[in-house]
């Protein structure tokens, strides 16, 4: 069984959640955000690796997928996020957890079907999609929907497949697997 922790990194909140896969089937695990606070940066980052550290020996996921870094408002927003970013992706390797990472679009797309869905379209699906009661809150619904698109994706070899078209049949309809050493 696949479990994946899904990471919303922010430098004053961080969102998370957590599924299991049975097949092709999500199930909610639990999900919840990290107040940072308003400490000092290095008070702040210490307070997320801690408390994602805590998430991670608690529901001892196998996998982890985070959010890529997006273009930001400016730079020292995009510095902040990036160290956020950094510890989160720590945490996950200091547990030994392989990490993905995925573009908010790609999420997006992955949850409602086009990538330029609104906050409260990814919030709806990812409640309809994990059987959710509740609303588990902004960042923590984009936590969820950041594990389902990382359960929803090709992991292993098959994530790094290239496929070209064979150069005997350019009608579609053969296709090889293209040498990536090529």
């Known amino acids: 069984m696949r479990v994946i922790l899904g990471i919303d990194p922010g430098s004053v909140k961080t969102g998370?959640?957590?599924?299991?896969?049975?097949g092709s089937t999500p199930h909610y695990r639990a999900s919840g955000i990290l107040k940072l606070g308003q400490g000092t940066m290095a008070?702040?980052?210490l307070i997320l690796h801690d408390g994602l550290s805590d998430v991670l020996a608690t529901y001892a996921p196998n996998e982890a997928a985070i959010e890529?870094?997006?273009l930001a408002k400016n730079f020292q927003s995009a510095l902040k996020l990036?160290?956020?970013?950094?510890?989160a992706m720590l945490a996950a390797?200091?547990?030994?957890i392989p990490l993905r990472e995925f573009a908010a679009k790609t999420v997006k797309q992955a949850i409602c079907g086009q990538g330029q869905a609104a906050k409260a379209q990814v919030q709806n699906m990812?409640?309809?999609t994990l059987k959710l009661t509740e609303n588990p809150g902004?960042?923590?619904a984009d936590a969820l929907a950041?594990?389902?698109c990382a359960g929803y994706s090709k992991t292993g070899d098959a994530a790094h497949a290239r496929f070209r078209l064979s150069s005997r049949s350019r009608s579609g309809s053969r296709w090889r697997m293209k040498d990536e050493s090529a």
């Not at 998370?16 to 049975?22: K, M, N, R, T």
């Not at 990036?82 to 510890?87: N, Y």
């Open 16 to 22: 998370w959640g957590v599924i299991a896969l049975e």
């Open 68 to 70: 890529e870094v997006f």
């Open 93 to 96: 390797g200091r547990a030994n």
């Open 126 to 128: 990812v409640m309809k």
């Open 138 to 140: 902004e960042d923590a």
């Open 82 to 87: 990036g160290q956020a970013r950094g510890v």
């Open 146 to 148: 950041i594990a389902l």
């Open 43 to 45: 008070e702040r980052l």
